[in-house]
């Protein structure tokens, strides 16, 4: 297992992945998955379509955000440990979010498709070796590994239950 000092320092994602203090990119995954299935669980029916502010995305377009967040990941993630060196882009999380018509998708399909996504991604990390995950690339115009990605996953999800938390419930 890569110790945590292969983490590829990364400005942009650094307050995600200072959300887990898991070492072990394996434990960090399958934890963040147990505490953010709970945590789907004990949200009110009355709040998922809540927001906290005009403008704001609601608790259901919050994980469908998180979905769509972590197929770019898990892709970015793939890519790297093949080897892959073709510079990937990033994406407009409003444009994606306006045009994901989470609105008209039922909450139990959303969190169903969130926990087969995970699972697939934790197997996925489960595939990759030490020297696959610290394959270098570049998304988004900045450097990454495999391994930070995983980091950059889990505190992805952790940042947003912060957030429901703090401002929707």
């Given at each position: 297992m890569l110790p945590r000092s292969e983490i590829i320092p990364a400005e942009f994602y650094q307050p995600y992945i200072d959300l887990i203090k898991e070492d072990d990119i394996h434990k960090?995954?399958?934890?963040n998955t147990r505490q953010f299935?709970?945590?789907?669980?004990?949200?009110?029916?009355?709040k998922i379509d809540y927001a906290y502010a005009e403008g704001k995305w609601t608790i259901r377009e919050v994980l469908q955000h998180i979905i769509d967040a972590e197929?770019?990941?898990?892709?970015?993630?793939?890519?790297?440990?093949?080897?892959?060196?073709t510079?990937?882009?990033?994406?407009?999380?409003n444009t994606w979010a306006a045009n994901a018509g989470a609105t008209e998708r039922s909450w139990m399909?959303?969190?169903?498709?969130?926990?087969?996504?995970?699972?697939s991604n934790i197997l996925l990390f489960e595939s990759?070796?030490?020297h696959q995950l610290g394959f270098h690339g570049q998304a988004n115009g900045r450097p990454l590994n495999a391994f930070t990605i995983g980091f950059i996953m889990s505190g992805h999800v952790a940042h947003h239950m912060r957030i429901i938390k703090e401002r929707y419930l």
């Open positions: 960090a995954l399958e934890k299935r709970k945590f789907l669980k004990r949200i009110p029916r009355k197929r770019v990941f898990s892709y970015r993630a793939t890519a790297f440990s093949r080897l892959d060196t510079p990937l882009p990033g994406f407009d999380e399909e959303l969190q169903e498709e969130w926990r087969l996504l995970r699972k990759f070796s030490d």
